[in-house]
């Protein structure tokens, strides 16, 4: 048991993966490892460099640093992004960006700054934190990637200790961390993914779903078995997610069938505006709460913070 690692990328997924093992074997008490990938990879590198707690920066922490970067370096607000803040925010997810995805500084484009304004940039706070001794949160995974590439004495170690290796929701999964567990994964490769490139939303995070797809020239012997029954939607729902989905040309083609039979169909309004976007979603839940359902088993979703606000508005006026 000790030598099986089980990764998925929330700790509260990874709690609850933990929870269920031990309730399937009765209290055993069996060593096996749960985790997300951040805290493998710092458990790993605490045990190379010891590095602790006070080595790491919280977002926070890096907010600020960035934004001590900014000022020393004269870089204002662009026209994409007015608000100081903001732009602190987004630079730093082009910072996890680069680090994530493996790029060198000449192939990545920055949305916001120059090149050159980026570079001096993202070199300005590395070598700052570098100074402090700190790592940020994407630092555990490259840092990681570094160790096993500098040692291999280390890797071949933490491959013995970890030979059979399980991944859950493994479309959210990035270049660098899927370089590690292909590392940490040889030579064995008793390697078991789970995940649904249709279900990927990380890509602004540099998640690269598109890397199930490849795993079957890495790993000729790879069997895919796929879970084509949707136990939690209806079949109208599924039908409209395929003919959405089909427009994706990168993905594992499924014929998805549903457990919960036809359902009720699935209605699009289109309309000129938030303004009246907002004003049929309330016209709607109204009717609902006359047919006597509960306001609280209805739920607007909105892609982004700012959408809410119109539909706040009419809401507080009805």
Not at 8 to 13: I, L, M, P, Q, S
Not at 78 to 88: I, W
Not at 149 to 156: A, F, G, S, V
Request: proline share 3%; charged share 30%.
């Amino acid at each position: 048991p000790d030598q099986i690692l089980v990764i998925t990328f929330t700790r509260y997924a990874a709690r609850e993966m933990k929870e269920r093992f031990e309730r399937l074997t009765a209290g055993k008490n069996y060593p096996v490892t749960f985790g997300t990938f951040h805290s493998i990879f710092y458990g790993i590198l605490k045990c190379a460099y010891g590095i602790g707690a006070n080595n790491l920066m919280p977002e926070k922490e890096s907010s600020v640093l960035l934004q001590e970067v900014l000022d020393q370096t004269n870089i204002e607000s662009t026209p994409e992004v007015e608000d100081e803040a903001e732009l602190v925010r987004e630079l730093l997810r082009e910072v996890g960006m680069v680090k994530n995805g493996l790029y060198h500084l000449k192939d990545f484009h920055s949305k916001y700054l120059t090149q050159d304004e980026f570079a001096e940039v993202f070199r300005s706070y590395e070598h700052q934190k570098k100074e402090l001794k700190k790592f940020d949160f994407d630092d555990m995974l490259v840092q990681c990637y570094a160790l096993f590439r500098k040692k291999p004495e280390i890797l071949q170690g933490w491959q013995k200790r970890f030979q059979y290796i399980l991944i859950d929701e493994f479309q959210d999964i990035n270049r660098v961390q899927y370089e590690v567990i292909r590392m940490l994964a040889a030579p064995r490769y008793n390697l078991f993914v789970v995940g649904d490139d249709d279900q990927s939303i990380y890509g602004f995070r540099g998640a690269k779903p598109e890397l199930m797809l490849y795993m079957k020239q890495e790993f000729p012997s790879l069997r895919t078995i796929s879970l084509t029954v949707n136990y939690r939607s209806t079949e109208f729902i599924t039908g409209a997610a395929a003919r959405v989905i089909l427009h994706n040309d990168t993905r594992f083609y499924k014929r998805v069938q549903s457990f919960r039979g036809r359902g009720q169909n699935v209605h699009v309004q289109e309309v000129l505006d938030e303004q009246e976007e907002a004003q049929y979603v309330t016209e709607e839940i109204q009717k609902k709460l006359d047919q006597g359902i509960k306001p609280g088993e209805i739920a607007v979703l909105f892609r982004a913070a700012v959408q809410a606000r119109m539909i706040s508005e009419i809401l507080s006026e009805h």
